[in-house]
Nanobody, 123 residues
Framework: QVQLVESGGGSVQAGGSLRLSCAASGRTFSYYVMGWFRQAPGKEREFVGA????????YYADSVKGRFTISRDNAKSTVYLQMNSLKPEDTAVYYC????????????????WGQGTQVTVSS
């Protein structure tokens, strides 16, 4: 069982940056692939990116590639989402999720979810 708590959301102007954190409970954090998803009002939850359990491999949606960076600190049981060059279309609730072993890009691939944190980007 893994419990996830996101933090770091807020409001920022276009072009700005935010760093989201997701703290996990449990002693097996290093076994889990971690993903980030987002959901804008009236839209389905979409994949943002993911990081392998050892932190060596990352995957990103085309819409955020080159602007967002995922990293993790297994000693702190925390995964991060650094968001730069933010755009108004990045406005959404951002969720972290955990999956055992291999990376997935669908919401159904992930077993554990955080409660989400709001990111609002104004033009």
């Amino acid at each position: 069982q893994v419990q996830l708590v996101e933090s770091g959301g807020g409001s920022v102007q276009a072009g700005g940056s935010l760093r989201l954190s997701c703290a996990a409970s449990g002693r097996t954090f290093s076994y889990y692939v971690m993903g980030w998803f987002r959901q804008a009002p009236g839209k389905e939850r979409e994949f943002v990116g993911a990081i392998s359990n050892h932190g060596i491999t990352t995957y990103y949606a085309d819409s955020v590639k080159g602007r967002f960076t995922i990293s993790r600190d297994n000693a702190k049981s925390t995964v991060y989402l650094q968001m730069n060059s933010l755009k108004p279309e990045d406005t959404a609730v951002y969720y972290c999720a955990a999956r055992w072993t291999s990376v997935g890009r669908d919401t159904t691939d992930y077993d554990y979810w955080g409660q989400g944190t709001q990111v609002t980007v104004s033009s």
